[in-house]
């Protein structure tokens, strides 16, 4: 079946500790992308890629970091100068940027304990 | 800049009753439109999306909008409602000249009422 993998569902992060979500997509996606979902807040883009090797920040980049070695492959690092990292992370991918519809996976939900 | 809204936090409708759940977008240029539904602890799927041509736009599971260019609108409709339609509505923009970035509302949970 093709899809997009969040992996893991559920993460809990000590003070101070950095943290990688892991986003994989066998869609033949060119764009990826990595949001962050907070309540009442809608979704708040932190990084997108168009293409491999390539990544722009979002509106909320600070704190966090990724990197796109692969066109399957997007990972989000969730770095301790990301003060308020508790939030539900969103990764999607689409076929050739904005302008075509997202296909999103399940979500990682991340605390901080 | 663009910007999209979604007015009301939660829109209730009884089960078969038709339902609407209002966006209105802000953009330069023209517009790219798009609506998601999330069901609890889920991502986002995609119901539909305005590019260009007829204002109304039909969608999966029965969903349709119409995009109104003079009121910067584009309303989510359904004839009947479902309780299993019971989610979470995001409404999303994106300008057709603007730089590669969407932009979504804030979302509208519908409850429907058995």
């Known amino acids: 079946d093709g899809g997009i993998t969040q992996s893991p569902k559920y993460l809990f992060r000590k003070e101070g500790q950095n943290v990688t979500l892991s986003c994989e997509q066998n869609?033949?996606?060119?764009?990826m992308y990595w949001y962050r979902q907070d309540p009442g807040q809608g979704l708040r883009l932190i990084y997108y890629s168009q293409i491999v090797n390539d990544f722009q920040k979002g509106d909320i980049a600070e704190g966090y970091s990724v990197s796109r070695e692969k066109k399957e492959s997007f990972p989000l690092t969730v770095t301790s100068a990301q003060k308020n990292p508790t939030a539900f992370y969103l990764c999607a991918s689409s076929i050739k940027g904005a302008r075509t519809e997202a296909f999103f996976g399940q979500g990682t939900r991340l605390t901080v304990v | 800049a663009q910007s999209v809204a979604q007015p009301e936090d939660q829109v209730n409708v009884a089960e078969g009753n038709p339902l609407t759940v209002k966006c209105t977008y802000s953009?330069?240029?023209?517009?790219?439109l798009f609506w998601y539904v999330q069901y609890p602890n889920r991502g986002l799927q995609f119901l539909l999306k305005y590019i260009t041509g007829d204002n109304l736009v039909k969608g999966s599971y029965g969903f349709e909008a119409e995009f109104n260019k003079s009121q910067t609108s584009f309303h989510l409709k359904k004839p009947s409602a479902l309780v299993s339609d019971s989610a979470l509505y995001f409404c999303?923009?994106?300008?057709?000249?603007?730089?590669?970035?969407?932009?979504f509302g804030i979302g509208t949970k519908l409850q429907v009422i058995p």
């Open positions: 953009v330069s240029g023209n517009p790219y």
């Open positions: 869609l033949n996606h060119d764009a």
């Open positions: 999303a923009v994106l300008s057709s000249g603007g730089y590669q970035k969407v932009t």
